[in-house]
């Protein structure tokens, strides 16, 4: 209950804080559906040149793509920790964090949470809409209930990348730019796994398992039954990989020393 | 100019800064490695069975996948965000009292940046991402200088936008969805992504207009041996052309925003 009356707080401090600058609230949620556009026009473009791409149509990529944006949506829009580094470590904001009486992570992801990055929900789910019913998919009862397991799971996916690689700064407060790559490397969970080689392949889904926020669940709408078992892991994944990061974060709390003034 | 050994002396310190992380970025190789090592085989599926498009080969795009991606750790620069945020923190104020200018400092540390990220990012890389792949360098040596100039016109048309999306903070006050919005359009219309000969025409002839051609096409093009002949003279004299013309606006919203100048806070 304290938890959520504390998460209540901070949104409603947030919304006031954002709403003071709006100018700069509409250009950055147009810039939002603008980066999400430009992952469509690639493949539009792609496309262009090509009518399948491994066996997988064009509706069918865009669909991974909308889907795709459901739980990057919900990543972006709580756990912003990509500068964490700079913010918290070098600038020492990270003592503020810990003399207060919730867990670290969580005030962390409460003060820099971006609410308004949620309506990539709905951009994805409309784009969802918009290749399954070119491709005459059917919806099922289960569908919906399945379809909120795998976002949860991919968003999970993607915290527990985020906090490992921010928990790394406990250790080594040294610049790194490896988060900017990984949003990068994200990108490439969004096609069908089996065009890259084994190494790659095995990278993005079990090392920095992305293709568990793409082409994974969303075989499973898709029909794609020979990926059925990979689909069905993507909770499982998801709550795997935020508890490694989180038994990583709280040893790092453990270790962290300031950074000295 | 008097003060030109201020401003080598920017670049250098800033140079020596990054050395001091230079472990961090061995990582950062193999993370790059795998970007391009996956875009690589994304764009194998691609082609498919096809030899060639819009006359580029498999094994060209490959290299201009991959030297599109070194060349931007040269030309890539976060100085929108620094100034955005030293506006932000009202230091803009004591910056501009001092005897240099604000956005040349600003440009000389990003240059710093980008020469560290040359040598000891993108030289590095080439060579891992040369054995891992297929890739093809030009032994003509006119080819490899026609890049480099290309490059450093690339470094100086990302700067001037950087600088121009920066120096908006004093308008807008706060600017991360411009910053943001900006790196987006940058990827897409710089031919970063794509090549811009992929898009549609009528898309081409859009972006022909725009100055973002100048950052990611024209070097990797030159680069890959795309561009031959007088192709390579035009697109180089398009890039001199941006870097001209850009400084226009980057004074006119220097004066301007010296003049209306609100520092937020205390």
């Given amino acids: 209950m304290f938890y959520v009356s504390i998460f209540f707080q901070y949104a409603a401090q947030y919304l006031k804080t954002r709403l003071t600058y709006r100018a700069d609230l509409v250009v950055e949620i147009l810039s939002d559906l603008l980066f999400q556009a430009v992952n469509l026009i690639f493949i539009l473009v792609v496309f262009g040149h090509t009518t399948t791409l491994h066996g997988w149509s064009r509706e069918e990529i865009i669909f991974i793509y909308g889907f795709f944006l459901v739980p990057y949506a919900i990543f972006t829009a709580f756990f912003n920790i990509w500068d964490f580094n700079d913010r918290y470590i070098v600038k020492g904001e990270m003592d503020r964090v810990l003399t207060r009486p919730v867990h670290s992570l969580l005030q962390i992801v409460i003060e820099r949470m971006e609410l308004e990055s949620l309506f990539g929900v709905i951009t994805g789910m409309a784009i969802m809409f918009y290749a399954g019913s070119r491709l005459g998919l059917e919806i099922h009862w289960y569908d919906p209930l399945v379809l909120l397991i795998m976002v949860i799971g991919g968003a999970l996916i993607y915290a527990g990348i985020f906090i490992t690689l921010a928990s790394i700064s406990f250790w080594s407060d040294s610049k790194t730019d490896l988060m900017p790559m990984m949003y990068n490397i994200g990108n490439y969970g969004r096609y069908p796994v089996d065009i890259y080689n084994r190494l790659i392949r095995f990278t993005l889904t079990w090392i920095l398992p992305f293709a568990f926020v793409g082409v994974y669940p969303s075989a499973f709408f898709l029909g794609r039954t020979d990926w059925y078992v990979y689909a069905f892991l993507t909770p499982v994944m998801g709550l795997l990989f935020l508890t490694i990061a989180v038994v990583l974060w709280n040893q790092g709390v453990k270790h962290y020393r300031g950074a000295g003034n | ?266």
């Fill in chain 2, 1 to 266: 100019m008097g003060n030109s050994a201020v401003y080598l002396e920017m670049i250098r310190i800033r140079f020596l800064m990054m050395l001091a992380y230079r472990t961090n970025y061995y990582s950062g190789i193999l993370i790059y490695s795998i970007n391009i090592g996956a875009y690589y085989f994304l764009w194998q599926a691609i082609y498919g069975a096809q030899e060639s498009i819009q006359g580029m080969d498999a094994a060209q795009m490959t290299t201009y996948v991959a030297v599109a991606w070194m060349a931007r750790a040269f030309y890539f620069n976060n100085i929108d965000r620094e100034i955005a945020q030293e506006i932000q923190e009202g230091k803009v104020a004591v910056e501009m009292i001092r005897p240099y200018h604000y956005l040349g400092v600003k440009t000389m540390q990003g240059l710093g940046e980008g020469l560290f990220r040359l040598l000891f990012f993108s030289l590095p890389g080439m060579v891992v991402i040369w054995l891992a792949f297929p890739i093809t360098f030009s032994d003509n040596f006119a080819v490899w200088g026609f890049f480099f100039i290309s490059i450093l016109f690339s470094f100086i048309v990302n700067t001037q936008i950087n600088l121009l999306t920066g120096m908006a903070t004093f308008f807008l006050l706060y600017n991360t969805g411009l910053i943001r919005g900006k790196r987006v359009v940058i990827d897409l219309f710089s031919g970063l992504l794509l090549p811009i000969s992929f898009y549609p025409l009528w898309a081409q002839e859009i972006m022909q207009f725009l100055p973002f051609q100048a950052i990611s096409y024209i070097p990797s093009m030159i680069f890959t041996e795309a561009f031959t002949g007088t192709e390579i003279y035009q697109a180089l004299g398009i890039q001199l052309f941006w870097a001209a013309v850009l400084i226009i606006p980057i004074q006119l919203m220097w004066v301007l925003a010296k003049r209306q100048l609100i520092v937020q806070g205390g």
